[in-house]
């Protein structure tokens, strides 16, 4: 699978069953060179687009099943933000 076929996904939090975002970007393990998170963009200010406060991320241990249109993880929304 390539990084852009996870882009086109919705990423869906399986406990709150609640929509979370699109990927935007991953995290890599320099040393093993594997997936450590994915990198889901956090809720705009205004008009939900513009400067967005902090960003989710999801560690790759935590996503439950990648299927052909959404990612499910298994997060709650608390512990995934992170400031940007």
Known sequence: MRFLDLCDKEVVSV???RYI???RDMEFDPVCGKIC???VPGPG???G???RDYEYCIPWVKIVKIGPDIILVD???NDMQ???
Request: a positive charge.
């Open 75 to 77: 997060i709650c929304e």
């Open 45 to 47: 200010k205004y008009l």
């Open 82 to 84: 992170r400031k940007i």
């Open 21 to 23: 975002g699109h990927v």
């Open 15 to 17: 406990g709150e069953g």
């Open 37 to 39: 998170a994915i990198i």
């Open 49 to 51: 687009c513009f400067c």
